[in-house]
């Protein structure tokens, strides 16, 4: 804890700006909260949350200042991350329900929710490997999965055109030239053509890109669904469901069953996106700033939904995907702690044994000289 506070806290005395040496020291933290806490999960993810918090920077310059909590201006030294879909229940104060379930369909009440999207900023030059785990910005689900999926489809776009020429003409570019034409700076073809495949084949099936708006879908049994994109599968992962509501606040345990293959929601989800191509200005200005489950945000009102709690209490999918990687670490400290324990006891039990002093074991010794009698 200390040494995490020393490396925190210390300030440049020529206060230099410099980011690319503050995304140093935050390495440098993740390692040592890694080595530290590494049996703890939440200790160490709390340790990441605190020592990892870009805004707290002291030589930071791009921040605003209200009311204590630090405002980003300029988000294109970030990179974005998706974290997880949350469903947060619509408070119901109505008198004829069933148990705070307001809505009747299918013979019983059924709790209404709002669907939302959560991410993560972090640092531009980490790939989307240091991250503030202290601050998870929180938006409509659908405004989330407009904007990213846009950026995805973009990027394969640029990806397509830029590699192709690449290619024909057997060009070498440097990496700072690769992106002056085009809003994907960090265009890479030896890693986008492979991530872009499956969306240029017409996405593998149906386009889930279709169905983002609440619409009427099927009728069965008299019954009218419709759908839309909500949280569900195996990892809780977006999927376009089934609803009862025109609203689409009230789901069913069906999924819109018209062969989706995910391809481009999977992509989002795992995509590491670049903020200076535009994409987090309005996501970052609109988002619920949420800390500790509580709003920072004063552009965002969440006093109607708790979804600032509802998020701290859904676990989080990118944190689990760090925490796997992570599960070696054990082994690794283990190793290390018995080997220098090994190394330390055998120089310590050869100190002491090693005496140029001690008397000869050997029976052939020399007796001991008496001195003369006198």
Not at 276 to 294: K, R, T
Request: net charge negative; with cysteine; hydrophobic share 30%.
């Amino acid at each position: 804890g200390t040494l995490l506070q020393c490396i925190v806290f210390v300030e440049d005395e020529t206060g230099i700006q410099n980011h690319r040496i503050y995304s140093m020291k935050r390495l440098l933290i993740f390692a040592v909260a890694a080595a530290s806490s590494v049996h703890d999960a939440s200790a160490l993810q709390t340790s990441l949350s605190t020592a990892t918090d870009i805004r707290n920077a002291p030589f930071i310059s791009n921040i605003r200042r209200v009311e204590g909590y630090a405002y980003l201006d300029d988000l294109s030294g970030y990179d974005l991350i998706f974290n997880k879909c949350i469903r947060v229940k619509i408070p119901n104060n109505g008198d004829d329900d069933e148990e705070g379930n307001s809505y009747f369909a299918n013979g019983r009440y059924h709790a209404q929710y709002q669907n939302y999207a959560s991410f993560y900023l972090c640092d531009k030059y980490s790939t989307c490997g240091s991250c503030d785990f202290s601050t998870e910005y929180v938006t409509d689900l659908i405004t989330y999965l407009e904007a990213s999926i846009g950026y995805v489809q973009g990027m394969c776009t640029s990806c397509s055109a830029y590699c192709r020429r690449r290619l024909e003409e057997g060009e070498e570019e440097e990496e700072e030239e690769e992106g002056k034409n085009y809003d994907y700076p960090n265009l890479d073809c030896s890693t986008c053509a492979k991530q872009c495949k499956n969306l240029s084949s017409n996405n593998g099936g149906a386009d889930e890109t279709n169905y983002l708006e609440c619409q009427a879908a099927v009728e069965n049994n008299g019954i009218q669904y419709y759908s839309a994109p909500q949280c569900g599968g195996d990892n809780n992962n977006i999927i376009i469901g089934l609803y009862y509501d025109e609203d689409c606040t009230v789901k069913t345990a069906m999924e819109l069953d018209y062969g989706f293959s995910y391809n481009t929601f999977k992509l989002m989800e795992d995509s590491c996106m670049d903020c200076s191509s535009g994409l987090c200005a309005d996501l970052y200005d609109e988002s619920l700033h949420c800390v500790n489950g509580y709003n920072k945000n004063n552009n965002a009102d969440d006093q109607d939904m708790p979804v600032c709690k509802t998020a701290k209490s859904t676990a989080d999918r990118t944190y689990s995907k760090r925490k796997k990687q992570l599960k070696f670490m054990p082994l690794v400290i283990l190793v290390v702690m018995l080997a220098f324990f090994f190394l330390f006891g055998s120089y310590t039990y050869y100190v002491r044994h090693k005496n140029p002093l001690a008397e000869p074991l050997s029976g052939n010794a020399a007796p001991t000289e008496l001195p003369p009698v006198t």
